[in-house]
């Protein structure tokens, strides 16, 4: 089976493991709180009968570090299982990353693009799958800048006018954007052609974004 090149990120699946850390982060530290001294010394057997009951904050921190990776050890996605790494940032705290279990490369976000028959069927970065973006695959082509950009900035406005706390200001002048982009794509050439494949033959649609 002959290789594609590039496919697009946008037609893989993908799984923000940044958001995954920070959650059970924020778990982990409330856990921590309501542990007895026995049940962290557990976890963390440096930790001595001062620190406990003081809280020492940076001692605590760390002890949050590996209950986050215990708990991240336990997670599974399409019968794959992951290692991660962290970084200290520098205004404190620290930042999980998830490893390419191909190239162990540090990521925040995997993919699996299965469509495509001729990629790996595991989450995988951006590079193993060689995925790039519509926009670098399409360039200042026509039918991007008339096509797939006009109808990404119409999901994101309909992202943003589907939220409950947004301000009437904010969506009257999302919803006038939304109306110019429209009568834009129904005056497009490039759209119209795009519209009339799409519903005589999806799979070539599926191509052209």
Same mark, same amino acid.
């Given at each position: 089976?002959?290789?594609?090149? @590039? ?12 958001? *995954?850390? &920070?959650?059970?982060? +924020?778990?982990? =530290? ?63 705290? @620290? ?12 990521? *925040?976000? &995997?993919?699996?693009? +299965?469509?495509? =028959? ?92």
């Amino acid at each position: 089976m002959k290789r594609t090149k @590039y496919i697009p990120s946008e037609s893989a699946t993908s799984f923000c493991f940044s958001e *995954l850390c &920070l959650r059970i982060k +924020n778990e982990m =530290k409330d856990k921590v709180k309501n542990l007895s001294y026995d049940e962290v010394k557990e976890v963390y057997p440096l930790i001595t009968q001062d620190l406990f009951k003081n809280k020492d904050m940076d001692t605590f921190a760390e002890i949050t570090q590996v209950m986050v990776f215990k708990s991240l050890k336990k997670f599974t996605l399409n019968n794959q299982i992951f290692e991660y790494s962290f970084r200290k940032n520098h205004l404190g705290g @620290y930042r999980w990353y998830v490893l390419c279990p191909k190239c162990k490369a540090t990521c *925040l976000k &995997l993919y699996l693009p +299965n469509k495509f =028959k001729d990629r790996e069927q595991l989450y995988l970065c951006k590079d193993c799958h060689d995925l790039k973006n519509s926009s670098s695959l399409l360039g200042a082509t026509n039918r991007y800048k008339k096509v797939v950009r006009p109808l990404k900035r119409l999901e994101a406005i309909k992202t943003a006018l589907l939220k409950r706390n947004i301000q009437a200001g904010t969506a009257k002048d999302l919803l006038l954007e939304y109306e110019m982009i429209e009568r834009e794509l129904n005056a497009s050439p490039e759209y119209r052609l795009w519209k009339f494949q799409r519903d005589h033959s999806p799979l070539m649609a599926n191509r052209l974004l």
